[in-house]
């Protein structure tokens, strides 16, 4: 089997499976106990905490959650806003803060939808005409888990600083950590979220990223964990294997980006050099992890049905409209109707290698030969 | 005091109108409760178009219950509590049961003709205690928020009851023979298969499938709509074969405008093999007149000349989508029915599709086709499951 659905999530490291392994088998104490052994896991805690603050040069706190979307939902439900603020996301972010967002507004927030380009970056223009006084908090997407589009989170928290300093300024990560290089201090940014399992963690393992001085209601009441923000027993396993996996994954950035590019490189090449593909992704700014593309022949889900049976895993995203409920993402996108039926989303994992890619054209161009052959 | 309901009522649909038939439904139905409380300890007794429920343990009353909401052939249920007919006794636990506010009234039957007041004094009786005892109800024979029903039979004990709650109505499955129906995965075709399980058929169902054009997700939308008939039809035999060659052949060979016709035909051939094979006596479709550019007179009938021996049911041929709708919602069927993967039919759509279809022509276009050997490799793909 190929494997590139990586967006989606990815294979766990064999580092995370033997991590894990240990702290459910041997290390399996609970860390709040007084014994040396929990005393001991504590420390790990700690140290993973810290770690991953160093890994992303962040000046605040860590906490864990169960992942992505609780870590959004956090940045969004927990933070102190003045009643009725403005709070503004993009047009393509991901469910969790969409749904959020949506939440806030029912509960009497007035939401902003600040558009994207075509390739599902953020329109600053756009952004910095919705910033005022009135806005209570920003959510912008890092890296667009559809297209891979960066965004440019240093301006964004600049332009939020002059124009709506009131402003907290969040951003799901989820698609950037261990992937791009992610500066917090740098970036000097409120809030961030994190994931495991795109980078070769556990699922059911995220954090959030809060900055020194930044206010969160406490939101599970009972042992206080977390800082008393998030009571219940730590996911040792989970939050000592993720802190490894960002660590290496930072280590190895740039040499993992060169291969990623290689391989995004190949694919893109074959795409643009074929009459009946068209690539959605942007090929200079965007981040090489994940390649987002439509197709003239084929519907999405049935391409990824065709490819699924030559045993290649690739996925559809939401921004494939046969497959969704809603249109959210392909309005976002401005796809035409035929250029939202076709969509595929190919997304790159430092396991993958160039041989797949190739084998993924050649399956590719098989399709292709035997579907004109029949419809055509 | 706390009083618990220690029975529960069934009263017979329409198997209540059967003549000499009447026992076989009788048993049928009782064959069919027994099937869906399998999990449950209990009594049953039946007696005159009724069965009694009762020794079930009460904290799974509700569970009970929703097990024979889905159960064809049942007119209503009721939560009751029976106690022996000493009329004391009778009319403390009425005055006991009934809130404390609101308005009522009192319905009583009286098939012990030993009891020496009649339905209208006693049921004046008993609203007079229960007015009595709670001051703050008031009588209203028109506008009531509770009936207190006090059903007193002849074997000596006697129903209290408030609600009728609606049983699934129709006829025991079981009853009406075995039919075998199309399920595309769609509203329309788990709607009909359900509808004739009411009728009191046995249904089986095809699926006809594309792989590799369509995937894992459509065919497991099927798997979880079959689970879901299977609570109505007290099980289902699921037949899925693939379909991706015949559909590519035509596709080759024939008229585009005419695939959809084709193709139909082609699925009611493999249907009416199949169901010949396992002694199923009809074919079921969710077609109704003029939805789609194929469930035209003409297409309807270019498609049932293929069968040898058997009828096409159409139990929605005459429906407005509304209708169908809020049925599939009333079934549970709807949301699954709505996830939108591709399936068979999608998978290759010609743009312009005939709309009226003539036969003849259809026919000669067929003649492309090594017909035969096309069904008999699709049926050897056929995989059973059950449900």
């Not at chain 2, 249920?77 to 106690?83: E, G, L, P, Q, V």
């Not at chain 2, 293929?306 to 096409?312: Q, R």
Request: aromatic letters at 8%.
């Amino acid at each position: 089997m190929i494997y590139l659905d990586n967006a989606a999530t990815t294979k766990c490291s064999e580092e995370t499976v033997s991590i894990v392994n240990s702290f459910l088998s041997t290390r399996f104490f609970n860390p709040s106990a007084q014994y040396k052994q929990s005393v001991l896991i504590r420390s790990e805690i700690d140290n993973s905490r810290n770690n991953i603050l160093k890994s992303l040069s962040g000046k605040g706190r860590i906490i864990f959650t169960s992942g992505g979307t609780e870590s959004d939902s956090i940045a969004l439900n927990n933070t102190k806003k003045k009643q009725g603020s403005k709070i503004i996301i993009s047009s393509n972010e991901h469910s969790a803060i969409y749904y959020s967002a949506l939440e806030l507004r029912n509960r009497g927030f007035k939401l902003e939808i600040c558009p994207t380009d075509n390739h599902g970056k953020l329109n600053l223009v756009e952004f910095e005409n919705l910033l005022d006084e009135s806005v209570s908090l920003i959510s912008i997407m890092h890296v667009n888990n559809e297209t891979g589009a960066v965004n440019d989170l240093k301006k964004i928290v600049t332009l939020a600083r002059s124009k709506a300093p009131l402003a907290l300024v969040h951003s799901d990560g989820v698609q950037a950590v261990g992937k791009i290089p992610v500066n917090l201090s740098d970036l000097d940014i409120e809030l961030y979220s994190l994931s495991a399992h795109k980078i070769g963690g556990m699922k059911g393992s995220g954090a959030l990223f809060i900055k020194e001085g930044i206010e969160i209601t406490p939101f599970l009441f009972g042992g206080g964990q977390e800082y008393g923000l998030r009571s219940s027993t730590e996911n040792v396993a989970g939050i000592v294997s993720f802190a490894r996996a960002i660590e290496s994954r930072v280590i190895d950035i740039k040499s993992n980006y060169k291969k990623i590019t290689s391989l995004f490189n190949i694919l893109y090449n074959y795409l643009v050099n074929n009459e009946y593909f068209k690539v959605i992704s942007d090929e200079i700014f965007g981040s090489k992890y994940i390649l987002l593309f439509t197709n003239k022949l084929i519907k999405g889900e049935i391409l990824q049905n065709l490819l699924e049976s030559k045993g290649i895993i690739v996925g559809t995203g939401s921004a494939c409209s046969s497959n969704n409920k809603t249109t959210r993402i392909t309005n976002a996108l401005k796809l035409s109707k035929t250029d939202s039926e076709g969509v595929i989303r190919v997304s790159f994992s430092i396991d993958n290698t160039e041989n797949e890619i190739y084998e993924m054209i050649s399956a590719l161009d098989g399709i292709i030969r035997e579907y004109k052959l029949l419809c055509l | 005091m706390f009083v618990e309901y220690n029975c529960i009522l069934i009263r017979e649909g329409e198997i209540f109108l059967k003549g000499k038939n009447r026992n076989q439904f009788e048993k049928q139905l009782l064959n069919n409760i027994k099937f869906k409380l399998k999990d449950h300890k209990y009594s049953i007794n039946a007696s005159r178009n009724r069965f009694y429920i009762e020794s079930f343990d009460p904290s799974y009353t509700n569970i009970i219950l929703e097990e024979l909401k889905t159960v064809f052939g049942i007119h209503s249920i009721s939560r009751c509590i029976k106690i022996e007919s000493n009329l004391e006794s009778i009319f403390s636990l009425c005055s006991v049961i009934m809130p404390a506010n609101g308005s009522f009234r009192v319905s009583v039957k009286r098939a012990d003709k030993s009891i020496k007041f009649t339905s209208v004094e006693l049921a004046k009786e008993i609203g007079g205690r229960i007015l009595q005892r709670n001051p703050n109800i008031t009588v209203d024979l028109e506008n009531f928020e509770y009936e207190l029903n006090v059903d007193i039979r002849e074997n000596g004990y006697t129903y209290l009851y408030f609600e009728k709650i609606p049983g699934g109505g129709g006829l025991p499955v079981g009853v009406s023979n075995r039919g075998l129906a199309l399920l595309s995965g769609g509203i329309d075709s788990p709607v009909a298969t359900i509808m004739m399980s009411k009728r009191g058929m046995k249904v089986d169902a095809i699926h006809y499938h594309s792989y590799p054009f369509t995937g894992e997700l459509a065919l497991q939308k099927v798997r979880d709509l079959c689970k879901v008939i299977s609570k109505y039809n007290l099980g289902i035999k699921l037949y899925i074969v693939n379909f991706t060659e015949i559909q590519q052949e035509i596709y080759k060979a024939c008229p585009k405008e005419f695939l959809i016709t084709i193709m139909r035909r082609f699925m009611m051939r493999i249907a009416e093999k199949i169901s010949l094979l396992n002694n199923l006596s009809c074919i079921i479709t969710g077609e109704s007149l003029g939805q789609v550019a194929s469930q035209t007179i003409e297409g309807i009938t270019s498609t049932d000349r293929v069968l040898s021996s058997l009828s096409v049911l159409r139990p929605l041929i005459a429906f407005d989508k509304t209708d169908t709708i809020e049925l599939a919602n009333k079934y549970n069927t709807f949301k699954l029915s709505i996830l939108p993967y591709e399936d068979c039919c999608t998978v290759f759509l010609p743009e312009n599709p005939s709309i009226h279809p003539n036969i003849f022509e259809v026919e000669k276009s067929e003649l492309n086709l090594n017909l035969e050997s096309l069904m008999q490799r699709a049926i050897e793909t056929l995989v059973i499951e059950k449900y």
